[in-house]
C-alpha cells in the first residue's frame, strides 16, 4: 500500500474535491478489454492509487496528474464525439468528484464505464454507468486488498475481471468463480497479464475445465506497442 494515496488527492484538490478531478490523460483509442472491446473510447485517466499491483502498467499515474473542473473535462471529453467513455486509472473512485463525472456524462448521452480496482466500495457508480470490476489474485499482491462486498454490488452490465499471472491464479480464481457462482450473475473476463501468461496456454485450461468465462487479451497491446502510453 502506498502512503496515503486519499491525502495526496485531496493536497491536490485544496478544498476543490467535489468539482474538480485531479487527472493524468484523457484520449481517444480503441477499448481493448471487457465485452466492449474493439469500440472507439474515450479514456480518462485519473491519478493516484491505493494499490500497488505486481503487473501494473500505469505506474505513471501514481503521482502525474493535474487537478481539472468537471466541466473542463466534460467539454473536453465531449469534443471527441466518441459514445463509450471509460473512467480508469490510477483508482478513479479514490476521486471524490467521479459519480458526478459519471452523471454528467449520462446526462450526455454517453455509455460510460469505470474500471476499477475491486477495493473500493463501488455503489458509489450512479445507475447506469457500468463497473468492471477487478478481482486481485493472489500473483498481484493485493488479494487482501478486495472488497469482496462489491460482488453483491454488481447490477446489470457490470462486468468483473481476473488478471492472471501463472497457472496458480488461474486455479484461485476458477475456484472462486465456482464457489461464488459468479457466472450466474455477471459476465467474468479472464485475462492472461501480458508476457506472463500465454494466451494460448489460458483458452486451454478454460476450455480443460469447461469454464464459463470469457477470455480476454488487451487489445490494445496488441494494436500498438505495450508500453505506449495514451492508447
Ligand atoms: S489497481 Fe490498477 S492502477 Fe492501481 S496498481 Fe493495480 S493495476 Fe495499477
Redesign the pocket.
Known amino acids: 500500500m502506498p502512503e496515503n494515496p486519499r491525502l495526496q488527492l485531496l493536497q491536490m484538490l485544496d478544498g476543490r474535491a467535489h468539482s474538480h478531478l485531479v487527472v493524468n490523460e484523457i484520449f481517444l483509442s480503441i477499448q481493448g478489454e471487457s465485452t466492449h472491446a474493439g469500440r472507439p473510447c474515450v479514456f480518462v485517466r485519473t491519478a493516484a ?5 505486481s ?5 505513471y ?2 503521482h502525474e496528474g493535474r487537478a481539472m473542473d468537471l466541466n473542463e473535462v466534460l467539454s473536453q471529453v465531449l469534443a471527441l464525439e466518441t459514445r463509450l467513455v471509460e473512467l ?4 478513479p473512485l479514490l476521486q471524490p468528484a467521479a459519480p458526478e463525472l459519471c452523471r454528467r456524462l449520462l446526462a450526455a448521452g454517453r455509455e460510460v464505464l469505470v ?5 473500493v466500495d463501488i455503489s458509489v457508480v450512479p445507475q447506469g454507468a457500468h463497473v468492471i470490476l ?1 478481482v ?1 489474485t493472489p500473483g ?1 499482491g ?1 488479494e487482501a486488498a478486495n472488497d469482496y462486498g462489491n460482488l453483491a454490488r454488481l447490477r446489470p452490465g457490470d462486468e468483473v475481471k481476473f ?1 492472471l499471472v501463472s497457472r496458480a491464479d488461474y486455479e484461485w480464481a476458477r475456484d472462486l468463480v465456482r464457489q461464488r457462482e459468479l457466472h450466474r450473475h455477471t459476465t467474468v473476463l479472464f485475462s492472461p497479464a501480458f508476457r506472463l501468461v500465454a494466451p494460448v496456454d489460458l483458452a486451454r485450461w478454460i476450455n480443460d475445465d469447461r469454464l464459463p468465462v470469457r477470455l480476454n487479451l488487451q487489445l490494445h497491446k496488441y494494436i500498438w506497442p505495450p508500453h505506449q502510453r495514451g492508447v
Open positions: 492509487c491505493n494499490l500497488r499491483c503487473y501494473c502498467d500505469t505506474a499515474a501514481f480508469t486509472g490510477g483508482e474500471e476499477t480496482s475491486g477495493s477487478d486481485k498481484s493485493e488478471v
